[in-house]
């Protein structure tokens, strides 16, 4: 069983930068890959960000591509999403999710992944 928490969400004006975080305990997250999703009022929850456990290849949404980046310290059991010029769209609750040797488009999507965290809120504001 793997429990995730996220943290670093906030409140941030258009253009700052925001670094969430998420912490994995239970086991380890060895031969996980590691999703970013985001959820937004009244929308279905999207792909934002990912690292496969293999090579630790990356995939990013377009709207976040330049924008954001995803990464893991195996370390302290722990992926990051670097999230820079934030727009007031960006706005959302953003979730990780943790699955064992997820690759390519299969780590886009949500029903991949059997572990996620609780969410941190990310408000954008104009």
């Known amino acids: 069983q793997v429990q995730l928490v996220e943290s670093g969400g906030g409140l941030v004006q258009a253009g700052g930068s925001l670094r969430l975080s998420c912490a994995a305990s239970?086991?380890?997250?060895?031969?996980?890959?590691l999703g970013w999703f985001r959820q937004a009022p009244g929308k279905e929850r999207e792909f934002v960000a990912a690292?496969?456990?293999?090579?630790?290849?990356?995939y990013y949404a377009d709207f976040v591509k330049g924008r954001f980046t995803i990464s893991r310290d195996a370390a302290k059991n722990t992926v990051y999403l670097q999230m820079n010029s934030l727009k007031p769209e960006d706005t959302a609750v953003y979730y990780c999710a943790a699955e064992y040797a997820l690759l390519s488009e299969a780590t886009r999507r949500s029903s991949s992944y059997r572990y996620w965290g609780q969410g941190t809120q990310v408000t954008v504001s104009s």
């Open positions: 239970g086991r380890t997250f060895s031969g996980f890959s």
């Open positions: 690292i496969t456990s293999t090579f630790g290849i990356t």
